[in-house]
């Protein structure tokens, strides 16, 4: 069994953006930039944010955090937007999910200009994504990709059972494998909370890629012998011996699984890792004009 190490390969994306702004840097040309809007004071989402703008700091990429408390009107946030839009400085931004409920987050996902839509949430990236047009990736999917293709992992006539159909990981990644090309072309089961017989679909899979937020749901008899599986599942689980006072579970039961797999990733320290490093890569595609010329 080979651990897929999502923070080893996270560092090496990285590294790469770096070594790429150092020598834009050296030319005198524009500095990327990421700005990201925060709404509340979600200890999840404060974390991810805060971890997304350290990150730039480090690869050398400018950076914005606009916060708000979670009061803000829905009006004030799509004004923020429309700034953003225009701000010639920002390549790229991010608007944190989720938002409070009296915020329409659809509304606020269409008012982003996709050209600056690093997240790839936008319609318009998801319809070109679909189509096959050059569009941003959202970052988890694009980052599992990233795994299966570094660790040189088969994926053509392969069969992949996707176990949740969220539109940020479970849909874009069961598209993302069926397309031509590396890494794709796979035969694709998308499975949700309707499916029957889960453990029925799971059992087929050469490659599982899970995305459902319950702890432990795959289960060793759900995996057959040299499957790879994939675990996006993050859920916070008390754990009085941690000073934060919880842990992190994935979706699949790590300690019995991992003997009959042929690669899987842990968590934490799989897919996660990944998250940010693809959303670097989307900003800095955002700010060479790749994507939309
Ligand atoms: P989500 O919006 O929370 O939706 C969960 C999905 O799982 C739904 O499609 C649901 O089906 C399905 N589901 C629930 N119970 C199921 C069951 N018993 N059998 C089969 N399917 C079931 O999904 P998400 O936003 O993708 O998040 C999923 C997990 O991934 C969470 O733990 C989240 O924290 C984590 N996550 C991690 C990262 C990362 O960077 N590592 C990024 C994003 C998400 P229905 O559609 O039928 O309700």
């Known amino acids: ?155 053509k006539g392969k069969h992949c059972v996707v176990v949740g159909r969220s539109n940020i990981v479970g849909t874009p990644m069961s598209i993302l494998m069926a397309k031509g090309g590396y890494p794709g072309n796979a035969t694709v089961t998308l499975c949700h909370r309707n499916t029957v017989d889960l453990a029925y679909h799971t059992r087929q899979a050469d490659i599982i890629i899970v995305a459902v937020g319950q702890p432990g749901l795959i289960t060793a008899d759900m995996v057959k012998e040299g499957a790879v599986v994939i675990d996006v599942g993050t859920t916070r689980v008390p754990d009085a011996s941690r000073k934060s006072g919880f842990r992190l579970r994935g979706d699949v039961d790590f300690d019995n699984v991992a003997e009959k797999c042929s690669y899987i990733t842990p968590v934490p320290g799989g897919v996660g890792p990944l998250t940010i490093a693809m959303l670097m890569t989307n900003t800095l595609r955002a700010s060479k004009k790749e994507v939309y010329g």
């Open 1 to 155: 069994m080979t651990l897929l190490d999502g923070k080893k390969t996270s560092e090496a994306i990285q590294n790469e953006i770096a070594a790429e702004v150092a020598a834009i840097k050296a030319k005198g040309g524009k500095i990327p930039h990421l700005a990201a809007v925060l709404v509340g004071n979600d200890g999840g989402s404060v974390t991810y944010v805060t971890n997304k703008v350290a990150t730039c700091e480090r690869i050398g990429f400018g950076s914005s955090l606009i916060r708000y408390e979670d009061t803000v009107t829905e009006e004030e946030l799509l004004n923020k937007i429309k700034e953003l839009n225009e701000d010639e400085e920002v390549d790229g931004f991010i608007v944190q999910l989720p938002l409070p409920k009296h915020i329409d987050t659809e509304k606020v996902i269409e008012a982003i200009d996709p050209k600056k839509d690093v997240d790839g949430f936008h319609p318009t990236n998801v319809g070109r994504m679909v189509a096959g047009l050059p569009a941003y990736l959202p970052a988890t999917p694009a980052g599992i990709l990233q795994l299966l293709q570094r660790y040189e992992i088969d994926t």
